[in-house]
């Protein structure tokens, strides 16, 4: 590994601010990184047969034919739910592949579009609890 004491900063390549930024744009994205791994272990620790199936549906998409087949003989309303969700997220992922190269306005609106996107998925969640329980008697 170099001695960066050693080097200084050649002022006519990079100004220092601007080097700054570059280490801090990276910082920040691994920062990111870190959240979703750890938000991704807690789920797959505390549902765990849940996420081995979202991972077979990744691994095998025509498992996915399968399991919206069944999802539709559950209830047609969770499930046109969910293909539109699914259409949604589809639409913002390129959108999301390319954040760095994004205006800082478009990144707030893409902000803005995935809180809504998780909120609608939120009330699914929730919609989708009450269809399936047990009715009170």
Known sequence: MPNLKSEPIKKEIISKEILLDYIEVIKVSA?????IVKQLAEFQKNHKDAYESVTDVLDSPEKLYTILD?????????????????FKFSSLSNTVRNVFFLSV?????????LIELSNEVEKLLKDTIKLTEEPKK
């Open 31 to 35: 920062d990111s990184y870190v959240n």
């Open 70 to 86: 069944d999802i539709k003989k559950i209830n047609e309303k969770i499930f046109f739910k969910i293909l539109e969700i699914m």
């Open 105 to 113: 306005e478009e990144k707030n609106t893409l902000v803005k579009n």
